[in-house]
């Protein structure tokens, strides 16, 4: 099991950049796969990005493919979330998400954070 709490989250204009991180605890972190989803007000959560165990492989959704790249501390038992050129519709909770599936990261991970808010101001 572990257990996921993100932060870097905060107010930033257009154009900005953010990074939010994601602890984890536990000792088998780099057993699992990491992924990082968002919701926004009246939306359903959706996919962002994701990180395999072992670092080599990332995915992440096509609105943000060139602005957001996901990264991973095995050492430091944490993922990050580096976000530029951030836009008014970026705004969202962030929620660290992991599996220990690849695929079911991307989709339906076991284990959540408790979210951290980003807002971006036009």
């Known amino acids: 099991q572990v257990q996921l709490v993100e932060s870097g989250g905060g107010l930033v204009q257009a154009g900005g950049s953010l990074r939010l991180s994601c602890a984890a605890s536990?000792?088998?972190?780099?057993?699992?796969?990491m992924g990082w989803f968002r919701q926004a007000p009246g939306k359903e959560r959706e996919f962002v990005a994701a990180i395999k165990w072992s670092g080599d492989t990332t995915y992440d959704t096509d609105s943000v493919k060139g602005r957001f790249t996901i990264s991973r501390d095995n050492a430091k038992n944490s993922v990050y979330l580096q976000m530029n050129s951030l836009k008014a519709e970026d705004t969202a909770v962030y929620y660290c998400?992991?599996?220990?599936?690849?695929?079911?990261?991307?989709?339906?991970?076991?284990?959540w954070g408790q979210g951290t808010q980003v807002t971006v101001s036009s």
């Open positions: 536990g000792r088998t972190f780099s057993s699992y796969n």
């Open positions: 998400a992991a599996d220990q599936s690849f695929r079911r990261v991307l989709t339906t991970p076991n284990y």
